[in-house]
């Protein structure tokens, strides 16, 4: 079992920045794959990147790539995702994934609560 718990959210403009931070509980994090998804108002929620246990193996959804870069510190129990470049579509709740599988696309076993992004145009 894995608690995790999103931060780092908020309003941002059009071509800001933003670091959300997703820290787990438990002693057992390096045995997570992670990833990040997101869900827009009235849409599904959507695969936006995936970090393999170890960190050496990083995915991303076409829309997000070279804006967004995933990463974990496994002695801090934290997944990290900087995304750049934002822009007004990037607006959503993101939500912090786990699975003990080798990746979060392959399905998600445990989910943060969300952290609300919002880009002004």
């Known amino acids: 079992q894995v608690q995790l718990v999103e931060s780092g959210g908020g309003l941002v403009q059009a071509g800001g920045s933003l670091r959300l931070s997703c820290a787990a509980s438990g002693r057992t994090f390096s045995s997570y794959a992670m990833g990040w998804f997101r869900q827009a108002p009235g849409k599904e929620r959507k695969f936006v990147g995936g970090i393999r246990r170890s960190g050496g193996s990083r995915y991303y959804a076409d829309s997000v790539k070279g804006r967004f870069t995933i990463s974990r510190d496994n002695a801090k129990n934290t997944m990290y995702l900087q995304m750049n470049s934002l822009k007004p579509e990037d607006t959503a709740v993101y939500y912090c994934?786990?699975?003990?599988?080798?990746?979060?696309?392959?399905?998600?076993?445990?989910w943060g609560q969300g952290t609300q992004v919002t880009v002004s145009s």
């Open positions: 994934a786990a699975t003990p599988r080798d990746t979060v696309v392959g399905g998600v076993d445990y």
